[in-house]
């Protein structure tokens, strides 16, 4: 009963964990627009206003309470969607970015998906094959595809798959909905754009790892037990080396979201990235504030559930042969 009690306390810790580092960073999102010194009044009425107008807009906007009870209102919207309203054209945030996340979420979902095969498929190559011109060749490539950036291996992509072979569109984005077939053809160059990176840092964790595990003593023992090598790699082997992997894996989402940015003006797509871009640039403060937000929620998501993995590959959860 103590063990089920510790196991069930690990997800719910994890958990918590997550919800206060949501509230700092909300804070901290929140700070960052009083602290910019940008005001919706002068956005909105422009450079003619008067400071009777600056007044009228700001209490309309609620902008002459004080800033704890602004943050709570705005916090309270978040938790039921409320992203605010865009400074550039009224609209509502929380849809306008609704339109323009699913463009950078399958991107670097897709991204994330061909790093993990490519990467753990490397890696296990490598292990296996040590010290061999295998081993030797998938460590170079995976040195080139870490140092190489996103940019430039999308521009290269461009040249050779959809200038010269033309197999795939040089740009341009497909929604699912409206053919998922398109939309499937439409990302795949981005994605491998922004896959190289997570491709390499992962065949060299992965290999180093199973590196590792293989070389432990209980291999050696079961081996002279007569366990089968697939028994043997499966049951521990992987187990215990696919650590480090899943702990690098932790930090790609976050940079496959950030590199989604230069990726969509490579490939001319109008995404979540692009758009928070420009909205940045024209002061558009909701709209940088929300996503900023969805980014957090996401990347808060996606490492809840790597560390809940890490921690069923723990020492103390392991199975035997």
């Given at each position: 009963?103590?063990?089920?009690?510790?196991?069930?306390?690990?997800?719910?810790?994890?958990?918590?964990?997550?919800?206060?580092?949501?509230?700092?960073?909300?804070?901290?999102?929140?700070?960052?627009?009083?602290?910019?010194?940008?005001?919706?009044?002068?956005?909105?009425?422009?450079?003619?206003?008067?400071?009777?107008?600056?007044?009228?807009?700001?209490?309309?906007?609620?902008?002459?309470?004080?800033?704890?009870?602004?943050?709570?209102?705005?916090?309270?919207?978040?938790?039921?969607?409320?992203?605010?309203?865009?400074?550039?054209?009224?609209?509502?945030?929380?849809?306008?970015?609704?339109?323009?996340?699913?463009?950078?979420?399958?991107?670097?979902?897709?991204?994330?998906?061909?790093?993990?095969?490519?990467?753990?498929?490397?890696?296990?190559?490598?292990?296996?094959?040590?010290?061999?011109?295998?081993?030797?060749?998938?460590?170079?490539?995976?040195?080139?595809?870490?140092?190489?950036?996103?940019?430039?291996?999308?521009?290269?992509?461009?040249?050779?798959?959809?200038?010269?072979?033309?197999?795939?569109?040089?740009?341009?984005?497909?929604?699912?909905?409206?053919?998922?077939?398109?939309?499937?053809?439409?990302?795949?160059l981005p994605a491998l754009a922004l896959s190289f990176d997570t491709i390499g840092d992962l065949a060299r964790q992965v290999r180093t790892g199973l590196i590792g595990a293989l070389d432990g003593n209980y291999v050696t023992g079961a081996i002279l037990q007569g366990f089968s090598r697939r028994r043997i790699v499966f049951g521990q082997v992987f187990r215990n080396g696919i650590g480090p992997a899943l702990s690098i894996?932790?930090?790609?989402?976050?940079?496959?979201?950030?590199?989604?940015?230069?990726?969509?003006?490579?490939?001319?797509?109008?995404?979540?990235?692009?758009?928070?871009?420009?909205?940045?640039?024209?002061?558009?403060?909701?709209?940088?504030?929300?996503?900023?937000?969805?980014?957090?929620?996401?990347?808060?998501?996606?490492?809840?559930?790597?560390?809940?993995?890490?921690?069923?590959?723990?020492?103390?959860?392991?199975?035997?042969?």
């Amino acid at each position: 009963m103590i063990g089920a009690s510790r196991w069930l306390m690990r997800p719910v810790r994890l958990l918590a964990i997550a919800v206060v580092v949501f509230l700092l960073a909300s804070i901290v999102t929140y700070a960052l627009g009083v602290v910019s010194g940008i005001s919706p009044a002068a956005f909105v009425a422009g450079d003619d206003a008067t400071a009777e107008d600056l007044a009228r807009i700001s209490h309309e906007w609620g902008l002459d309470r004080p800033i704890v009870v602004q943050y709570f209102d705005w916090l309270t919207g978040l938790f039921r969607g409320d992203l605010g309203t865009s400074w550039s054209n009224g609209q509502s945030v929380s849809e306008l970015l609704a339109q323009k996340a699913p463009i950078s979420l399958s991107v670097a979902l897709l991204a994330l998906a061909i790093g993990i095969v490519g990467g753990v498929g490397l890696g296990v190559v490598a292990a296996f094959r040590q010290h061999g011109a295998v081993d030797r060749a998938i460590t170079w490539v995976a040195s080139v595809g870490t140092a190489v950036p996103a940019f430039a291996i999308g521009v290269l992509l461009i040249l050779v798959f959809a200038v010269g072979f033309k197999w795939f569109p040089a740009g341009g984005y497909v929604a699912f909905q409206d053919d998922p077939g398109q939309w499937l053809w439409t990302i795949t160059l981005p994605a491998l754009a922004l896959s190289f990176d997570t491709i390499g840092d992962l065949a060299r964790q992965v290999r180093t790892g199973l590196i590792g595990a293989l070389d432990g003593n209980y291999v050696t023992g079961a081996i002279l037990q007569g366990f089968s090598r697939r028994r043997i790699v499966f049951g521990q082997v992987f187990r215990n080396g696919i650590g480090p992997a899943l702990s690098i894996l932790g930090l790609k989402f976050p940079t496959l979201l950030g590199g989604a940015v230069i990726t969509e003006s490579v490939f001319s797509m109008a995404g979540y990235g692009a758009y928070t871009a420009k909205a940045a640039q024209g002061g558009d403060l909701p709209v940088v504030q929300g996503a900023l937000i969805i980014s957090i929620v996401v990347v808060l998501v996606f490492n809840t559930l790597v560390n809940m993995l890490l921690d069923r590959f723990s020492p103390d959860r392991r199975g035997t042969l």
